[in-house]
């Protein structure tokens, strides 16, 4: 019984575990001088960076992109995101690093 608590218990802080470290270390708020509710941190030769940029637009969605490369103040906040590698979003106010269809869609449709 007490394996099974565990078990439950893990998975549970594994679907919350955004929310709970959210709550403790929560990211910049880089998002607020933007109209757009989603940035991304990007190159213009990253594949996943250019499935966004189609997901976007297939959608009809308004983003604010920075070129890493290119963007001295994106380079930065980029950096203090944690950067591990492109693309990062900010999708109301929270950081996907990399790019995932399905999570992306799920961010965006929440608010």
């Known amino acids: 019984m007490k394996k099974f608590l565990v078990?439950?218990?893990?998975?549970?802080?594994?679907?919350?575990?955004?929310d709970i470290r959210n709550l403790f270390?929560?990211?910049?708020?880089?998002?607020a001088a933007h109209e757009e509710r989603v940035v991304m941190y990007a190159t213009q030769w990253c594949?996943?960076?250019?499935?966004?940029?189609?997901?976007?637009?297939e959608k009809g969605i308004s983003y604010y992109e920075y070129d890493i490369e290119k963007s001295e103040e994106g380079n930065t906040?980029?950096?203090?995101?944690?950067?591990?590698g492109v693309p990062i979003l900010l999708i109301n106010g929270e950081v996907?690093?990399?790019?995932?269809r399905s999570t992306v869609l799920a961010l965006i449709n929440e608010k």
């Not at 270390?25 to 998002?31: E, G, L, M, Q």
């Not at 996907?96 to 995932?100: C, D, E």
């Open 77 to 84: 906040q980029y950096q203090r995101l944690g950067a591990s």
């Open 7 to 18: 078990v439950v218990l893990a998975i549970i802080v594994i679907n919350e575990w955004r």
């Open 25 to 31: 270390s929560p990211p910049p708020d880089f998002a």
């Open 47 to 57: 594949p996943f960076c250019q499935k966004a940029r189609e997901l976007f637009a």
């Open 96 to 100: 996907l690093k990399g790019f995932n």
